[in-house]
């Protein structure tokens, strides 16, 4: 299973990117939650945004009402809308996928991330 990332760049405070994460593989279903982690330089990894099949949502404060995640049961992928950008929002920004079924397995899966680069 392979989850692959894209949307990442460099953009001026308040403007908008577009972050696309799907998954590929020999995959059954995604049960858990689909979301997006950053990590800024020198700071911990933190949860952004994740969503549930079933369409739930739950963001971190600081991008609540700029952010907007969406997710693609059929397509196995997870989106990103992240308007009105600040500084603060440059980090490395990872998806994840929880209770992912394989032939073999279940478990959850990483993207290896894309960069985002708030900056004028």
């Known amino acids: 299973v392979q989850l692959q990332a894209s949307g990442g760049g460099l953009v001026q405070p308040g403007g908008s990117l577009r972050l696309s994460c799907a998954a590929s593989?020999?995959?059954?279903?995604?049960?858990?939650?689909m979301g997006w982690y950053r990590q800024a330089p020198g700071k911990q990894r933190e949860l952004v945004a994740h969503i549930s099949g079933g369409g739930s949502t739950n963001y971190a404060d600081s991008v609540m009402g700029r952010f907007t995640i969406s997710r693609d049961n059929a397509q196995n992928a997870v989106y990103l809308q992240m308007n009105s950008l600040r500084p603060e929002d440059t980090a490395v920004y990872y998806c994840?996928?929880?209770?992912?079924?394989?032939?073999?397995?279940?478990?959850?899966?990483w993207g290896r991330g894309t960069l985002v680069t708030v900056s004028s």
């Open positions: 994840n996928a929880k209770e992912v079924r394989t032939p073999t397995r279940l478990g959850d899966y």
């Open positions: 593989g020999s995959i059954f279903s995604i049960s858990g939650v």
